[in-house]
């Protein structure tokens, strides 16, 4: 492995990852592959945060309406890089990430949703993405455990989901077979310019450590203004909760299920997940009742044959969100310090572009065109919130 820094010191490494979600690790294995010496800092365990929790759904099509051009852009980008992508975190750690192509189907169960599966069904097919419109009978030939009330559907072939807990494990195994150093119970505290380095301050179980990088990729997620003190000004990072139940028993659909309310997403365990809630909750981790019920409750108005599944989980995460709900791809202006954070609803999503485009960035020194518009500058010229991180 070679050091684009020339740097001679054991402790310096060319670019340390803060974070070791799905952003964080996906872009340490790019970097290592293209022969960055790479240190992955991780305050608790790898997919600690919402990289674990969420459902896995590689779908632009689902808000493709309201998602501004150049975010459905990039999650196309992705969508095209993700089989390979799988293909070669497979490779290297030897492990599955449960990637499953059999598309999303969209249950209407009354005039309201077929009208807007209709409007759906013509803006996918205006942007150029797969989508065909289906009567209550066609849909229940392809799942025929959808519930009988059901008038129709719409399918979108192009959607895929990954498994995201087998994920997040091969990348973590991938990161370690090309050389990444993944430092788990470690957890960064400070990052400072120093001379043409950058020095870092880490804490872990048994005390204080430093380690130098050439740079600093900031993938902590939601966490990415909390405990961390950077040179870089707080733009307002916040949390939006999300809550999915677990369901284990006979298997009853092979494609994801989803209407406006929730969407139902097969596992190939056997398990079912129903998410998801969204709430302004701050850093709160509670499973609540009325978020459960919200779910099942749903979920049983298309698929009612949930009733008799045995619920295994409530599980919680925090969707790291900037105010305009889109990613901070890029450079900051402290030299040297990237960001990959904010990816909110659709992180897993776009692990495979933002891993793409921030190699391709920290490599070459440019700001390639399909990031542009994922600045963290955008928020620079905003009224600040305040000074300094931590
Ligand atoms: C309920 C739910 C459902 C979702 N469904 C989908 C979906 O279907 N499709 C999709 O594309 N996206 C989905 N998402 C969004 C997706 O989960 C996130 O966008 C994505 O996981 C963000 O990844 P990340 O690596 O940026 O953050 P995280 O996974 O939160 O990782 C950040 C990591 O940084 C670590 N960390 C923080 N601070 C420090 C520090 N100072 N030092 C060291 N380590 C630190 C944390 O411990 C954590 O492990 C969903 C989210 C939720 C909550």
């Given at each position: ?9 054991a402790?310096s490494?060319?670019?340390a990852?803060?974070g070791?979600?799905?952003?964080g690790?996906?872009c340490a294995?790019e970097?290592?592959r ?5 240190t992955?800092?991780?305050?608790e365990q790898?997919g ?5 929790v ?6 632009p099509s689902?808000?493709?309406e ?5 975010l459905?852009?990039?999650q ?7 089989p390979?992508f799988i293909a070669e975190?497979?490779a290297a750690?030897?492990?599955s990430?449960g990637y499953?192509?059999?598309g ?6 009354h005039?309201?949703d077929e009208?807007?599966?209709d409007?759906l069904?013509?803006?996918?097919l ?7 419109r289906l009567?209550g009978?066609?849909l229940?030939?392809i799942?025929p455990?959808v519930?009988?009330r059901?008038?129709g559907?719409l ?5 895929h989901?990954?498994?995201?807990r087998?994920?997040?494990r091969?990348l973590h195994?991938?990161c370690e ?6 430092r788990?119970?470690t957890?960064?505290?400070?990052v400072?310019?120093s001379g ?6 880490l804490?872990?179980p048994l ?5 130098q990088?050439a740079?600093?990729l ?6 990415l203004e909390?405990?961390l003190?950077t040179?870089?000004p707080r ?5 939006v909760?999300g809550?999915?139940?677990?369901l284990k028993?006979?298997?009853l659909?092979d494609?994801?299920?989803?209407n406006s309310d929730i ?9 079912l ?7 302004e909750q701050?850093f709160?981790l ?8 919200d779910?099942?409750r749903y979920?049983f108005?298309?698929?009612p044959?949930?009733?008799d599944?045995n ?6 995460g925090?969707?790291?969100?900037f105010s305009d709900h889109m ?10 310090v990237f960001i990959?954070?904010?990816h909110?609803?659709?992180?897993i999503?776009?692990a495979a572009?933002?891993a793409?485009w921030?190699?391709e960035?920290?490599?070459?020194a440019?700001v390639?065109?399909?990031i542009?518009p ?5 928020f620079?010229?905003?009224p ?7």
């Amino acid at each position: 492995m070679t050091s684009s820094a020339g740097a001679t010191d054991a402790q310096s490494i060319d670019v340390a990852v803060i974070g070791g979600g799905v952003i964080g690790l996906s872009c340490a294995f790019e970097l290592a592959r293209q022969g960055k010496s790479v240190t992955v800092i991780e305050r608790e365990q790898t997919g600690f945060g919402a990289s674990t929790v969420a459902a896995g759904m590689l779908a632009p099509s689902s808000e493709v309406e309201i998602t501004p051009r150049s975010l459905v852009e990039l999650q196309l980008d992705s969508l095209r890089r993700y089989p390979r992508f799988i293909a070669e975190v497979e490779a290297a750690s030897g492990l599955s990430c449960g990637y499953r192509d059999e598309g999303t189907l969209w249950v209407s169960r009354h005039r309201d949703d077929e009208l807007e599966l209709d409007h759906l069904c013509a803006i996918q097919l205006e942007r150029g993405m797969s989508a065909r419109r289906l009567s209550g009978r066609e849909l229940r030939q392809i799942e025929p455990y959808v519930s009988p009330r059901a008038v129709g559907g719409l399918l979108v072939e192009t959607d895929h989901q990954v498994d995201t807990r087998k994920l997040v494990r091969a990348l973590h195994g991938a990161c370690e077979a090309v050389g990444v150093e993944v430092r788990i119970h470690t957890g960064a505290t400070t990052v400072e310019r120093s001379g043409g380095r950058l020095d870092l301050a880490l804490q872990d179980p048994l005390g204080e450590s430093t380690l130098q990088a050439a740079q600093v990729l900031l993938a902590a997620g939601v966490w990415l203004e909390q405990g961390l003190v950077t040179p870089l000004p707080r733009v307002g990072m916040r949390p939006v909760k999300g809550q999915i139940v677990h369901l284990k028993g006979q298997p009853l659909v092979d494609h994801v299920l989803r209407n406006s309310d929730i969407y139902i997403i097969p596992r190939a365990d056997g398990e079912l997940l129903l998410g998801a809630t969204e709430e302004e909750q701050g850093f709160d981790l509670n499973p609540t009742a009325g978020g459960t019920l919200d779910l099942l409750r749903y979920a049983f108005e298309i698929l009612p044959g949930i009733y008799d599944l045995n619920v295994t989980e409530l599980d919680v995460g925090l969707r790291p969100t900037f105010s305009d709900h889109m990613p901070v791809i890029g450079p900051t202006d402290t030299e040297g310090v990237f960001i990959a954070a904010g990816h909110y609803r659709h992180g897993i999503m776009l692990a495979a572009s933002t891993a793409y485009w921030i190699t391709e960035m920290m490599l070459s020194a440019q700001v390639p065109n399909a990031i542009e518009p994922f600045s963290f500058e955008r928020f620079l010229q905003q009224p600040q919130r305040q000074d300094g991180s931590g």
